[in-house]
């Protein structure tokens, strides 16, 4: 964690410090080496928040665009008493949970559900064939008629498969730590997928990194229409379906110069 309570107060980690866990109570000690970045574990092990995830130097970086005290705030479930750390808690209540690690779909959806009103920021660069699927997924974007929001087509070919089926945005960061001076270059946008999606169609959305803090900083995240689904011809998912079905169903046979339908065994 980066903050511990010290004499009360929220209290960065440094070398030889103790405090106290703002989420369980009990005792953490400052971890301050070359290796890792300045954090706070608990003195003796603990099941303290069994959402939390160590951090690396990406997740403290996107934390960092936000005030201190938005940061690592507890939030409590009244009725079940259950408590967990949000990365952060915008003044307008959004929380942002930045994801660097795998997560499984049911783990994804309790804390959906648990923060209601979030978004998921998911590090891109963990695995590499994460950026190239999407780069050749991103080449059969539709357009739509609001500037920076495409139709996806089975989107569960372009982002990772623990994602799809979200109730919430995700944005994915394939940019990661790096700084790319080529402005055409596709990291330098973070990319949201929207919810609702069914696993034909999906809407995603164009975001860059400076705009996305910007508006959850000033509330204009929600401001802005986040349904362009409406707005959208509906497409024949049926048809595309049957597209897919007919890919896997059948294979390309080079001596008879077409496809044929794959047999049974
Ligand atoms: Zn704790």
Redesign the pocket.
């Known amino acids: 964690m980066k903050y511990a309570l010290v004499s009360g107060k929220k209290t960065e980690a440094t070398k030889g410090s103790k405090g106290i ?1 703002p ?4 005792e ?1 000690t400052a971890r301050c080496g070359p290796i890792r970045i300045n954090h706070w574990t ?1 003195t003796k092990s ?1 099941n ?2 069994i959402w939390w995830e160590n951090e690396k130097e990406w997740h403290r970086a996107w934390k960092n665009y936000y005030p201190d005290e938005w940061q690592e705030i507890i939030i409590p479930d009244v009725e079940t008493g259950e408590k967990h750390i949000a990365d952060v808690r915008t003044n307008h209540g959004l929380v942002i949970e930045f994801q660097h690690s795998h997560i499984d779909p049911e783990e994804r959806n309790s804390r959906e559900s648990f923060y209601k009103n979030m978004v998921w920021i998911v590090d891109g660069t963990r695995l590499k064939r994460d950026y190239l699927r999407f780069l050749k997924g991103q080449n059969n974007f539709r357009r739509t008629n609001k500037q920076g929001f495409f139709i996806v087509d089975f989107p569960d070919e372009c982002f990772p498969s623990s994602w799809i089926g979200s109730k919430v945005p995700v944005l994915f960061d394939f940019r990661g730590l790096e700084s790319i001076e080529n402005l055409n270059d596709l990291r330098n946008y973070l990319y949201c997928l929207f919810p609702n999606q069914n696993n034909t169609e999906a809407i995603v959305a164009f975001v860059s990194h400076d705009s996305f803090i910007k508006n959850t900083i000033n509330g204009d995240w929600f401001k802005k229409p986040q349904e362009p689904q409406k707005q959208v011809s509906k497409t024949t998912i049926q048809n595309k379906t049957n597209i897919r079905r007919r890919e896997s169903s059948h294979y390309y046979d080079p001596q008879k110069g077409r496809y044929v339908k794959k047999r049974r065994f």
Do not use: A, E, I
């Not at 989420?23 to 009990?26: H, P």
């Open positions: 866990c989420n369980c109570g009990s953490l608990h603990s303290c928040d």
